[in-house]
């Protein structure tokens, strides 16, 4: 969109927040080289989640030490090399990992061009629940599943279903027309990434034109409804918090 006016369809509110690349801003940090982050969700806005872009020039690295933030991240375009404790594996697109809190993560070898999002909170333990280990995996690899019982509306789980892990990491992809089938309102939040197509996302008394590159943050509570548009399925990558009580 142009800036000439000053014009963008970036919306931040107290429930809810659509963040156009037209509006991205880099940060810097001493861990990342020829990697530039932009944190387009944080707790500076009312979120409990960070949601971080990384874009990656050849070679490029970035390292989260080990400390209370657990990560979950996913390679939408490019390649890289993630280590978590012992084990490292090249990610390709559709790649992701899990690094538990309490353990190092490490980015190297990235091609030019790389693009990660990366979701990171705090762990919240549970009873006497064991932490959760580090997962690598494959979302090209990951069958779809119909949302409702609804085939034109598939969601892939990424991460397991197990009560150690308190964040899950979804891709829902949905036929032009296909919908979320009601309008959701519900404690957990979400952060998202539109990786492919275009769709109207209403959140909170508001409806978006959204499109691939879109970053959306829903709140606690903050309703919220899709319908993808257009010739192409409507496709997007979000985070939920899981698996414990408010
Ligand atoms: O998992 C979910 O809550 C999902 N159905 N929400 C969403 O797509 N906005
Ligand atoms: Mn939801």
Redesign the pocket.
Known sequence: MSALFGETRTRVTASHALIAADSHVPSALPDFENATPFFLISPAMGAGLTQLLIRFTARGKARFSADWMETVLYVHAGSCQVRIGQKTQTLGVGGYAFCPADMGLEIFGARSGTAVTAFRKEFEPLDDFKAPPPVFGDATKVKGKP?MDNPRAL?KTLLPEDFRYDL?M?I?TYEPGAT?PFV?T?I?E?G?LMLSGQGIYRLDEQYYPVHAGDVIW?APYCP?W?VAMGDTPAS?L?Y?NVNRPG
């Open positions: 949302f969601l899950a979804n829902f979320l959701e519900h957990m979400h998202l829903m919220q899709f997007y979000y939920k």
